[in-house]
């Protein structure tokens, strides 16, 4: 019956408003096909070839030591161990999926590798979120080490009373390593990298729908009477709990502070947590164990991050966005700068309405969402 209920709400929902849907999965199908896949889809190819081909045995002869003493996990778990840290938040889940299906690790194993191994990517990191966001890659590097450190730290605590395994031996991988080790990486990797564009396009659409009804901003007004944080910033934090990247562009919006986002980045929001528990056929953790993992991963980013802030401070960054290369010195004066200056006023008269009609090159301004009083733009994502 509640399953008929939700499915009747929402199908009454899409034909409400169909434009806000359409709009943001259209959003975010362009971020799918600029930023997501092709910071995603190499790392998840290269986590697959490691596991498939016998490029795990040199692997984890240096790095082998740290799975074992530091994780207490077998040597062939170093290389997804490693791509989970790096490569972004389903390539750590897709090693460690590989491994459970080859009979490499056990279940528990498997259970331990997913309280640690989903983490964000170094390049959405430091490059969309330092450079495109922040404007300093220092701030985004800090970002990544917070999350990074916190997750090591998730992984040591999750294995302090395990037993040590024993080392792997010599020429496993290898024995069991078959020809067409890299068409069946890409191949699995193309499965992955469309089922989470296909998480991320419906819950981008589930946001659009929950912003229209109001019940978003109706939250956020419950919310908002416990006095923790400002309306904004549980504005903020409710687009992180439900997907990462409308978390990111929901509080660069808003102004909000970077803490924020080691905590956003680390908890990887409901969507990503679908995605990591779709990569198994049977998931290894329950759904209720895996959040709680996330939460605390969350609150040690943001205390390693605020820590971090206290032994080496930095400037305040801000969350508005950058916009590189607009400023050019030369042309701040002289002759350049003033036809510069008649250029952009001829352009401001061609764009300002007349009084019998409106101007096409105009945009819309951006749609105003009121939350306890306090305005904020609504990002189509």
Known sequence: MLAALVLLLLTFALLLWPVAVTGGIASSLSYCLSALVPSLFPFMVLCGFAVESSAALWLSRPLGFCARYLFRLPDCCAAPVLMGLIGGYPAGARGTSLLLEKGRITEKEARRMLMFCVNPGLAFTVTYLGIGVFGSPALGLRLFLSVTLSAVVLG????????????????????????????????????????????????????????????????????????????????????????????????????????????????????????????????????????????????????????????????????????????????????RGGASLALMCAAFLLMVPGETGKSSLRAPGPKLISVAGVKFPLQNR
């Open 156 to 335: 040591v605590l999750s294995g302090l009373f395990s037993p040590l395994p024993s080392p792997d031996k010599p020429g496993a991988e290898r024995m069991e390593s078959r020809p067409g080790a890299l068409t069946r990486s890409v191949e699995g990797a193309a499965r992955s990298v469309l089922l989470m564009c296909a998480f991320l396009l419906l819950f981008s659409g589930l946001s659009a729908l929950l912003h229209e009804a109001g019940i978003f901003q109706g939250a956020v007004r419950l919310l908002s009477r416990l006095g923790v944080f400002t309306p904004n910033q549980w504005a903020a934090m409710l687009s992180f709990l439900l997907e990462v990247t409308g978390g990111t562009g929901d509080a660069r919006a808003l102004g909000i502070g970077p803490g924020f986002f080691a905590f956003g980045l680390a908890f990887g929001g409901v969507c990503v947590h679908l995605q990591v528990l779709a990569m198994f056929r049977k998931p290894p953790i329950r759904p209720p164990l895996f959040l709680l993992c996330r939460l605390a991963h969350g609150l040690l980013s943001a205390g390693a991050f605020a820590l971090m802030g206290v032994i080496s401070p930095m400037e305040n960054a801000s969350t508005a966005p950058v916009m590189a290369g607009i400023y050019r010195p030369e042309l701040s004066g002289g002759w």
